[in-house]
C-alpha cells in the first residue's frame, strides 16, 4: 500500500540559508500534518493542513511558513536556519480530521544545519 | 497540561504479553484514545485506537476502562521488533500531541 512520501530524506544547510521540505499524502488523504522532533525528544506538533486551508497551528516559529496544494500534497519552508532547527521532520496525513481517523507518518526528512 | 500519564519505561520477555498501561483521567466524551509507536528514529507508527470498546487488530488489542479514565495496550506475543517507544495519545478534534510514553524493551 502506498505511504506518505518526504523529500528529500536527509538535508544538510547552512546557518542562516533557507530549506523546503516536501510530503506527498497517502491516495485521497486531504489532511496533512507537520513534525519536529529534536535529538532525544517527543514529536511536536507544528502545523496541518485540510482540504488546502490551514486548520491548526502549533508551536511553528515565525521563520517557518507551510502550505498545501491542489494536489494535497504539502511543502514547509524553513527560512533563516538557526543550529536548533536540526531535527527529525516528520509529515503525516488522514482522510479528513475527524476524531475517529488515523493518521500514517512518512519515514521523516533528518535536517541537519552547520 | 499533560492529558496522558503513561510509565516511562517498561521490559518484556519475547514471547509473552506486553501490557502497556496509560492513564487519561480527565478524558472528555467526544475524545478518542490512540496509540502509536516508534521504532529508533523511524516516522510513529499507528497501531490502534478506541472511543470506549475494547479494539483489536492484527497489531494489539485496547483495554479502554468503563470509566474511560484509564487503557491498557496489549501486544500478544511481543517478538525484538517491537522494542519502540509506546505513545498513548488523547484527542478529539486536535491533532496528535505526543507525550512523552513509555519505552518498551523486548528481551530474549
Known amino acids: 500500500a502506498a505511504g506518505v512520501i518526504q523529500s528529500p530524506r536527509h538535508l544538510i544547510k547552512e546557518k542562516r540559508e533557507t530549506a523546503t521540505l516536501k510530503c506527498y499524502p497517502i491516495?485521497?488523504?486531504?489532511?496533512v500534518y507537520w513534525y519536529q522532533q529534536g535529538p532525544g525528544q517527543d514529536p511536536q506538533f507544528l502545523i496541518s493542513?485540510?482540504?488546502?486551508?490551514?486548520?491548526d497551528k502549533g508551536s511553528i516559529p515565525d521563520r517557518f511558513s507551510a502550505q498545501q496544494f491542489s494536489d494535497y500534497h504539502s511543502e514547509l519552508n524553513m527560512s533563516s536556519l538557526e543550529l536548533g532547527d536540526s531535527a527529525l521532520y516528520f509529515c503525516?496525513?488522514?482522510?479528513?480530521?475527524?476524531?475517529?481517523?488515523?493518521?500514517?507518518f512518512g519515514q521523516g526528512t533528518r535536517l541537519t544545519v552547520v | 497540561d499533560a492529558k496522558t500519564t503513561q510509565p516511562p519505561s517498561m521490559d518484556c520477555a519475547e514471547g509473552r504479553a506486553a501490557n502497556l498501561p496509560c492513564n487519561h483521567s480527565?478524558?472528555?466524551?467526544?475524545?478518542?484514545v490512540y496509540w502509536y509507536r516508534q521504532i529508533h528514529s523511524q516516522g510513529p507508527q499507528y497501531i490502534i485506537h478506541?472511543?470506549?470498546n475494547n479494539e483489536t487488530n492484527e497489531m494489539a488489542s485496547l483495554i479502554i476502562t468503563e470509566d474511560r479514565k484509564s487503557s491498557t495496550l496489549i501486544l500478544p506475543h511481543a517478538t525484538l521488533r517491537d522494542t519502540a517507544v509506546y505513545y498513548c495519545?488523547?484527542?478529539?478534534?486536535?491533532?496528535?500531541?505526543f507525550g512523552k510514553g513509555t519505552r518498551l524493551s523486548v528481551i530474549a
Open positions: 503525516a496525513s488522514s482522510w479528513g480530521i475527524r476524531p475517529n481517523t488515523e493518521a500514517f
Open positions: 491516495p485521497r488523504h486531504d489532511t
Open positions: 493542513f485540510y482540504e488546502k486551508m490551514q486548520s
Open positions: 480527565t478524558i472528555s466524551g467526544n475524545e478518542y
Open positions: 478506541g472511543l470506549k
Open positions: 495519545i488523547v484527542t478529539g478534534n486536535t491533532p496528535l500531541v
